[in-house]
């Protein structure tokens, strides 16, 4: 069983950076890739960021693209999502999840954080 839970979230100013981190109490982390999705108000949740099982494969949404770097350490069974050069526009609610395979559709993926707010003030 995969039980995720996200932290780090928070309000910014346009240009500052945060660190938001997914950590699993399961046994089974290292045998998921696990992304980040994002969902602003009235908008569909969107693919932001995505590791493989053992860290080697990452792939980024272009909006995030330079500015975003996500990371895993097994060890302490937890991803990192360290955000950059922030925007107002990067404002949602952020979540990780947990896919069996390398994917960016939210469908593949079937465990999910319950979700935390990053607000970027302009």
């Known amino acids: 069983q995969v039980q995720l839970v996200e932290s780090g979230g928070g309000s910014v100013q346009a240009g500052g950076s945060l660190r938001l981190s997914c950590a699993d109490s399961?046994?089974?982390?290292?045998?998921?890739?696990i992304g980040w999705f994002r969902q602003a108000p009235g908008k569909e949740r969107e693919f932001v960021a995505l590791?493989?099982?053992?860290?080697?494969?990452?792939s980024y949404a272009a909006s995030v693209k330079g500015r975003f770097t996500i990371s895993r350490d097994n060890a302490k069974n937890t991803v990192y999502l360290e955000t950059s050069s922030l925007k107002p526009e990067d404002t949602a609610v952020y979540y990780c999840?947990?896919?069996?395979?390398?994917?960016?559709?939210?469908?593949?993926?079937?465990?999910w954080g319950q979700g935390i707010q990053v607000t970027v003030s302009s």
């Open positions: 999840a947990a896919s069996p395979i390398i994917a960016t559709m939210k469908a593949t993926y079937q465990y």
């Open positions: 399961g046994r089974t982390f290292t045998t998921y890739a």
């Open positions: 590791v493989s099982q053992n860290g080697a494969y990452t």
